[in-house]
């Protein structure tokens, strides 16, 4: 598959960049042409070119390499016309015995037809007119040597080859183009769904994590319900933690608001893990094999519930990407520090991870969705040293209400 942006462009002449500007400077210089080439037969054995001048010329060959020349201003949309026009002026310009040959208007038109001719049938049918032209011309003429037969049959060819190769060539291009831009809208497509699937899980996450904490803020008011009249102090704690809760819930609200949630499923009914577990997920991941080293510094206990399910989410996925991608024999660091308000988490291998390229896949989506959610950054891709890293920055405060 030929990677999205690397679609090799044709170069952009100035027959492509000005068309009519450019055929109507080809019609003249042809023209121009037609009229100062020649030459001229002393004797049998010997032949001197010779300039032609313009008055050389009767009125008649004026107008038979005018309509020949002007006919190429055309070639692009009626190259089968065009030709004719010029298989014409050739046969007028000999018959009537002017000097010189018109040829290289014939080659030009030749040239259009292979180039320009929109159905295969009618350009190979040119091509097959053109040599046989040549082939009769060379019939009628016994003076006319085997070399230059074949020479007359090759630049026949070749005009008509060139032009049709120049057509396949760009037919190509413009298929790898399509392509390419399909690949792009397939990708970007693709990118969509797994940012909305990834933002529906955040949403499931978030949804239990508000039931959980509305489900204390019932608990503690029923039980300061209770104790009210008998233990005054009780109840006042019982409510300060419902008001502490309530809190929390509405933080948690304002994250779930506007993310589209999905049909519930049966998944995800347990607890959801917290950063305090990134302990026990390094331990299992070194029980497959990983080799991990593990450093925490001053990350608070008492983290938001949508921080600290996103931050242990983002270790997650970064180890997993590790265990898939980094290969045998990584070494891989996972550091956890707080400071200024944010939580800093950084996983860093020294695998072959670094050759792949960042985003290629639905997991840094996942993450970096996660991350800008909160409020925060992640960073991946490959390390100077060689290796892949994720750094993500997930603020800890509460968003004002």
Same mark, same amino acid.
């Given at each position: 598959?030929?990677?999205?942006?690397?679609?090799?462009?044709?170069?952009?002449?100035?027959? #492509?960049?000005?068309?009519?500007?450019?055929?109507?400077?080809?019609?003249?210089?042809?023209?121009?042409?037609?009229?100062?080439?020649?030459?001229?037969?002393?004797?049998?054995?010997?032949?001197?070119?010779?300039?032609?001048?313009? +008055?050389?010329?009767?009125?008649?060959?004026?107008?038979?390499?005018?309509?020949?020349?002007?006919?190429?201003?055309?070639?692009?949309?009626?190259?089968?016309?065009?030709?004719?026009?010029?298989?014409?002026?050739?046969?007028?310009?000999?018959?009537?015995?002017?000097?010189?040959?018109?040829?290289?208007? #014939?080659? *030009?038109?030749?040239?259009?037809?292979?180039?320009?001719? #929109?159905?295969?049938?009618?350009?190979? $049918?040119?091509?097959?007119?053109?040599?046989?032209?040549? /082939?009769?011309?060379?019939?009628?003429? #016994? &003076?006319?040597?085997?070399?230059?037969?074949?020479?007359?049959?090759?630049? +026949?060819?070749?005009?008509?080859?060139?032009?049709?190769?120049?057509?396949?060539? $760009?037919?190509?291009?413009?298929?790898?183009?399509?392509? !390419?831009?399909?690949?792009?809208?397939?990708? !970007?497509?693709?990118?969509?769904?797994?940012?909305?699937?990834?933002?529906?899980?955040?949403?499931? %996450?978030?949804?239990?994590?508000?039931?959980?904490?509305?489900?204390?803020?019932?608990?503690?008011? $029923?039980?300061?319900?209770?104790?009210?009249?008998?233990?005054?102090?009780?109840?006042?704690?019982?409510?300060?933690?419902?008001?502490?809760?309530?809190?929390? !819930?509405?933080?948690?609200?304002?994250?779930?608001?506007?993310?589209?949630?999905?049909?519930? &499923?049966?998944?995800?009914?347990?607890?959801?893990?917290?950063?305090? %577990?990134?302990?026990?997920?390094?331990?299992?991941?070194?029980?497959?094999?990983?080799?991990?080293?593990?450093?925490?510094?001053?990350?608070?206990?008492?983290?938001?519930?949508?921080?600290?399910?996103?931050?242990?989410? *983002?270790?997650?996925?970064?180890?997993?990407?590790?265990?898939?991608?980094?290969?045998?024999? !990584?070494?891989? %660091?996972?550091?956890?520090?707080?400071?200024?308000?944010?939580?800093?988490?950084?996983?860093?291998? +020294?695998?072959?991870?670094? +050759?792949?390229?960042?985003?290629?896949?639905? /997991?840094?989506?996942?993450?970096?969705?996660?991350?800008?959610?909160?409020?925060?950054?992640?960073?991946?891709?490959?390390?100077?040293?060689?290796?892949?890293?994720?750094?993500?920055?997930?603020?800890?405060?509460?968003?004002?209400?």
């Amino acid at each position: 598959m030929t990677p999205l942006g690397s679609v090799p462009r044709p170069l952009l002449g100035p027959f #492509t960049r000005w068309p009519r500007t450019a055929d109507a400077t080809l019609a003249f210089v042809v023209f121009m042409t037609g009229l100062f080439n020649g030459s001229s037969q002393d004797d049998a054995n010997a032949q001197d070119f010779a300039i032609r001048f313009v +008055t050389d010329l009767p009125i008649t060959a004026y107008f038979v390499l005018a309509a020949g020349s002007a006919a190429l201003y055309w070639r692009r949309r009626q190259p089968l016309i065009v030709f004719g026009v010029s298989l014409v002026v050739s046969f007028l310009w000999e018959n009537l015995g002017y000097p010189g040959d018109p040829g290289i208007t #014939t080659l *030009i038109s030749l040239y259009g037809v292979g180039r320009y001719a #929109t159905k295969d049938q009618w350009s190979y $049918g040119g091509a097959g007119v053109a040599l046989a032209l040549v /082939g009769i011309s060379a019939l009628s003429d #016994t &003076e006319t040597t085997a070399t230059a037969i074949g020479f007359s049959f090759f630049v +026949t060819f070749l005009s008509w080859y060139i032009g049709r190769r120049v057509r396949i060539r $760009g037919e190509y291009l413009t298929i790898l183009q399509e392509r !390419a831009a399909y690949l792009e809208r397939e990708r !970007a497509a693709e990118a969509r769904r797994a940012v909305a699937d990834e933002r529906a899980r955040i949403a499931r %996450e978030l949804h239990d994590v508000v039931a959980h904490r509305v489900s204390m803020m019932t608990v503690q008011a $029923g039980a300061a319900k209770t104790v009210a009249a008998d233990d005054p102090a009780g109840a006042f704690q019982a409510m300060e933690a419902v008001e502490q809760a309530g809190r929390q !819930a509405l933080g948690e609200l304002r994250h779930l608001l506007g993310v589209l949630r999905p049909e519930a &499923e049966v998944d995800g009914l347990g607890p959801q893990p917290r950063l305090a %577990e990134v302990p026990r997920l390094v331990d299992q991941l070194r029980g497959a094999g990983l080799e991990i080293s593990l450093t925490i510094d001053g990350v608070p206990t008492d983290l938001p519930a949508r921080v600290d399910l996103s931050a242990y989410r *983002i270790v997650q996925e970064a180890l997993t990407n590790v265990l898939k991608h980094a290969g045998p024999g !990584a070494r891989t %660091e996972v550091r956890l520090s707080a400071d200024n308000g944010r939580v800093a988490i950084e996983v860093a291998d +020294t695998g072959r991870g670094g +050759t792949i390229l960042p985003g290629s896949g639905h /997991g840094i989506l996942g993450m970096r969705e996660r991350a800008l959610l909160l409020g925060g950054s992640l960073d991946a891709g490959p390390r100077p040293g060689g290796g892949f890293q994720v750094v993500a920055r997930l603020p800890i405060g509460e968003e004002p209400m």
